[in-house]
């Protein structure tokens, strides 16, 4: 096809016939149509909305794999998947499960990380889910199929019991003077300041407005310099974007688990650096067997 002249919505619809019968294809990918036709996306945009409303105009039919499925679509199917499995399953159960490809939730990154995009989701949606606890249960441990919903325990589930009500607590942490891992975001703040200076920040100021927080962190060693920057406390680090909070006002987001994997800030999850901490303080002890 001659691409100086002017594409019409008309000769846009032409041309994906003739590319179909001489390729002899009822299912059209967008990809093959570039190709051949010489038009571009932009072109075949400037009068349609998707692809599936070009191939519709056609007469043909798109090939899905070229179309980005809506993040809550992805989910809605998850939240299907899980309640027809009766537990938080494996990646590669879900892919022969789910009408949709594992491959397109690899957007939000492993699937650790999708379940707690998963997580999220179901906050915001405020959608009916029995399998709550087994969904936190497999983001902390990362197991996935291995949390099961059952009325006997198996050895990777403990015995839990109903709820009456009373104070409740994280995970058990027992690091230093914190017993118990942060359950919200004052926890995170009184981790911070236990650590702080060992992850090479010094505290100016802490306050109820945004940001939370000022302080220096050293940027040279040999030289001791110091910048000052901007922190805000967040238990996750997407209830930062939750909250409406604007990125130009702030330097770091320090929270108990990163689960915001596009986040446009740094990110120091306390998680993550309390793991390095403890492991640096075995490799000690074992140094000093040895």
Same mark, same amino acid.
Request: hydrophobic share 35%.
């Given at each position: 096809?001659?691409?100086? #002249? ?26 093959? =149509? *570039? #190709?051949?036709?010489?038009i571009s ?27 980005? /499925? $809506?993040?809550?679509?992805?989910? @809605?199917?998850? *939240?299907?998947v899980f ?7 494996? *990646?590669?159960? =879900? ?19 999708? +379940? ?11 959608? !009916? =889910?029995?399998?709550? $606890? ?17 009325? $006997? ?8 019991? *109903? ?7 994280? #995970?058990?942490?027992? =690091? ?21 200076f060992e +992850? ?13 927080? @000022?302080? &220096? ?9 110091? !910048?000052?920057?901007? /922190?805000?406390?967040?238990?996750? #680090? ?10 130009? !006002? ?19 999850? +306390?998680?993550? !650096?309390?793991? &390095? ?14």
């Open positions: 096809m001659n691409t100086t #002249s002017v594409v019409t919505r008309e000769a846009i619809i032409q041309a994906i016939q003739q590319i179909a019968r001489t390729e002899r294809v009822e299912i059209l990918s967008k990809s093959l =149509f *570039r #190709s051949k036709s010489g996306d932009r072109q075949v945009f400037r009068f349609f909305d998707s692809w599936q409303e070009v191939c519709k105009a056609a007469g043909l039919k798109p090939n899905l794999q070229n179309i980005r /499925i $809506e993040d809550g679509a992805l989910f @809605e199917e998850m *939240r299907r309640l027809v499995c009766g537990n938080i399953c494996t *990646r590669r159960k =879900f892919h022969k499960l789910s009408q949709y490809s594992v491959d397109a939730y690899r957007r939000f990154g492993k699937w650790r990380d999708v +379940l707690l995009k998963f997580q999220d989701w179901l906050e915001q949606a405020k959608a !009916e =889910f029995p399998l709550v $606890e087994q969904l936190r249960l497999a983001t902390q441990t990362g197991v996935g199929g291995k949390v099961r919903l059952s009325s $006997e325990p198996s050895q990777d589930q403990h015995v839990h019991w *109903r709820s009456v009500g009373g104070t409740t607590y994280g #995970s058990f942490l027992n =690091f230093r003077g914190l017993q118990h891992a942060p359950i919200n975001e004052q926890g995170v703040v009184f981790l911070f300041g236990m650590i702080c +992850l090479g920040f010094m505290v100016e100021a802490v306050r109820t407005g945004y940001p939370d927080c @000022e302080a &220096k962190r050293r940027v040279h060693n040999s030289r001791d310099e110091w !910048e000052r920057v901007k /922190i805000e406390f967040e238990y996750r #680090s997407r209830e930062f974007k939750v909250h409406g909070h604007d990125p130009k !006002e702030c330097d770091v987001i320090v929270c108990w688990e990163h689960n915001w994997p596009e986040c446009p800030l740094e990110v120091v999850e +306390l998680k993550l !650096e309390i793991s &390095k901490l403890n492991d640096k303080a075995n490799s000690k002890v074992m140094s000093k067997v040895g």
